[in-house]
């Protein structure tokens, strides 16, 4: 299998087989990332997916899932999609549901109906690294676009029929501006339909200019209590029914699971209770100890 760096994968998705079909992130500027710092964004060479294909239809015929790598494989054209999309039920006929993330930019060239021939051909389901819905928090952070633009594109997948997953960024903006985040992002993602929502906490990895800031004074890390506060009050503002989950965001408490509106009260309650009487010492050795995502 060609797998040329780090493989970074949604585990929450079913995780055999991947197959990496671009190398690195177009954007790769987002002020809290190093995932792919040192990689250069390209397209797999056709061949090597092919010969992948090869070895996976040895290795599990019957495969009915694939997620597809790396960073942002969505931004390929329709065209390059198409291509691979069809390699796959080639070489796995019983392929059912291709998986993969993106970028919200991703979706810029590709038309509704282009997305429904996607969904044709399998999939069914991707993830966006939204990380918040708040202007100037997306500027601050480089995110590369805006709440319009998030609205915008999640309206074309829902009239494409494709289910997607949207990301909150819990602490990425700071003290200075953790309620807008909160709120803001809460209002974009309740006008939006994904089938799931998921939160992780901001950790300040080596390498990253959020760090770099941290470390000059130019950026306010929020403490895990004040984190806690801003996933409280994200979430009191959330009105969207989806699943819900948390990842490498807090040690304490499990709150995701599906049906989010029904839980609500419940997430709510939890999070309080680890404001007032969570162990935030050792959230906080937790998070310092993290070195990658």
């Known amino acids: 299998m060609h797998f040329t760096g780090t493989v970074y994968r949604n585990p929450y998705w079913p995780t055999w087989p991947l ?19 040192e990689v250069p964004f390209r397209m797999s060479p056709i061949e090597w997916i092919e010969e992948d294909l090869k070895e996976l239809a040895e290795c599990d015929p019957d495969a009915r899932t694939i997620q597809l790598l790396s960073a942002n494989p969505l931004v390929l054209t329709y065209d390059k999609l198409e291509r691979v999309f069809k390699l796959i039920h080639k070489y796995l006929p019983k392929m059912e549901y291709i998986y993969l993330a993106g970028r919200v930019t991703d979706l810029n ?28 928090t997306l500027d601050r952070i ?3 676009y ?10 074309k997948l829902e009239e494409a029929g494709i289910d997607y997953w949207m990301t909150f960024l819990n602490g990425v903006a700071g003290k200075s501006h953790s309620r807008e ?23 300040l990895f080596p390498g990253t ?3 770099d800031e941290a470390e000059r004074g130019e950026f306010d890390p929020l403490t895990e209590k004040e984190m ?11 009105t969207c029914d989806c699943a819900f989950i948390t990842h490498h965001t807090i040690s304490g408490v499990n709150l995701s699971g599906p049906g989010f509106l029904a ?31």
């Open 109 to 136: 060239n590709k038309t509704v109906d282009e997305l429904k021939k996607l969904k044709e051909l399998g999939m069914r389901e991707i993830s966006l690294g939204v990380e918040s819905g708040d202007d100037w």
């Open 146 to 155: 805006h709440a319009e633009d998030i609205l915008e594109k999640c309206h």
């Open 228 to 238: 806690l506060e801003e996933l409280k009050l994200f979430v009191e503002n959330l």
């Open 181 to 203: 985040h909160a709120i803001n992002s809460a209002k974009v993602f309740s006008q939006c339909k994904p089938m799931l929502v998921g939160t992780g906490g901001l950790t």
């Open 142 to 144: 480089h995110k590369g």
């Open 19 to 37: 197959l990496e079909i671009t190398q690195g992130c177009t954007h790769n500027r987002c002020k809290f990332c190093t995932m792919y710092k």
């Open 263 to 293: 839980r609500k009260d419940k997430i709510v309650g939890a999070l309080d209770h680890q404001i007032h009487h969570g162990d935030l010492d050792r959230m906080a050795s937790f998070r310092r100890n993290k070195r990658t995502l």
């Open 209 to 211: 200019p959020l760090l």
